[in-house]
């Protein structure tokens, strides 16, 4: 089968306040809050996206965020972290804002060649911000205040947790047509996708760590990237045939998605591009409103006032 796996479609965590978390990614960040809709599972909790200006697939972080949340903990089978690729020479500027919000960040560092600056949410997730090249071949966004020149691009690459990488490196490579990059000391680097969409994945190993305490700050899943229903039944069935155990397709309004868990136990998604982000509202008012599934419009009145109140801000380009 021909890769048709093509990076990062988003990434999905949990966290606790939802105004802290829309506050600190939209404003302290930079990035656009694309849609907001409930948990289609469980329709009392919000589901927060944010990406760039449109929510191009590869850009798309959302969130769960229950507001009475405890704290997770990081632990094996799980995902430890996401990066977000930025301009090569923005990394000072990023320093300088951090440093302006009061936001506590780890000095600058080299990771595989790559110079980062690392940080943690309010919810204690850890996120980096990697500088690299790629990046400024694609355009940024003013959301007002980070000018496009420095603006957050896309997810850079992730970094998995696992007591033995084996069947989940066989996965990778010889099912999903990941490549293999480099190993550095206990952590074997692989990549999917090119140009633009080019996305790092990380396997850390031999770790003196328990397993992980789902809570605000940790990672539900991770969404890899297909073109349409057609090249995400093909890799279901190359999935099940492998012995693995993916979902039925289901609807999430914006992609369509399938479910299954690798070896090491960390959640996996096959999302489509299609339809996109755009298809209930336009450019210009992309998550001013609450937008529900239609099996949900009869109980918007209840849904409404069982969530919690959230204040935006209407993004005023300079």
């Known amino acids: 089968m021909e890769n048709n796996i093509t990076g990062i479609h988003h ?3 949990m966290a606790g ?5 829309y506050d600190f990614y939209t404003h302290i960040l930079g990035l656009r809050f694309i849609k907001k809709t409930v948990n289609f599972d469980a329709p009392d909790v919000y589901h927060f996206y944010y990406g760039d200006e449109t929510g191009t697939p590869g850009t798309i972080l959302t969130f769960f965020p229950f507001p009475d949340a405890r704290r997770g903990k990081r632990g094996i089978g799980e995902i430890s972290k996401i990066s977000f690729r930025i301009p090569a020479n923005s990394l ?3 320093v300088d804002r951090l440093s302006a919000l009061a936001v506590s960040f780890n000095s600058p560092s080299v990771h595989f060649g790559y110079p980062y600056l690392s940080f943690l949410d309010p919810d204690g997730m850890l996120v980096e911000l990697v500088a690299d090249p790629i990046a400024d071949s694609i355009p940024g966004w003013n959301n007002g205040d980070i000018q496009a020149e420095h603006s957050i691009r896309n997810f850079f690459g992730v970094e998995f947790l696992l007591n033995d990488s084996t069947e989940t490196e066989t996965l990778l490579s010889n099912v999903l047509g990941f490549k ?3 190993s550095i000391n206990n952590i074997k680097r692989y990549s999917t ?10 396997l850390k190993t031999n770790l003196q760590i328990g397993p992980p305490q789902n809570g605000a700050g940790t990672v539900h899943h991770i969404a890899w990237r297909t073109a349409n229903d057609e090249t995400q039944n093909n890799w279901r069935n190359k999935i099940i045939e492998t012995g693995l155990y993916p979902t039925e397709q289901r609807d999430r309004n914006y992609f369509r998605s399938i479910y299954f868990r690798e070896p090491g136990g960390i959640l996996f998604e096959i999302a489509t591009d299609e339809p996109g982000f755009l298809i209930d509202e336009d450019l210009h008012s992309l998550g001013t409103e609450l937008k529900l599934p239609n099996w949900y419009e009869s109980k918007r009145d209840i849904i409404e006032s069982r969530l919690y109140p959230l204040i935006t801000k209407e993004v005023v380009r300079k």
């Open 17 to 21: 306040n939802p105004q802290t978390n």
């Open 193 to 202: 996708g090119d140009g633009s969409s080019l996305s790092f994945i990380d």
């Open 11 to 13: 990434i999905t965590a």
């Open 92 to 94: 000072d500027y990023w």
């Open 180 to 182: 293999f990059i480099e």
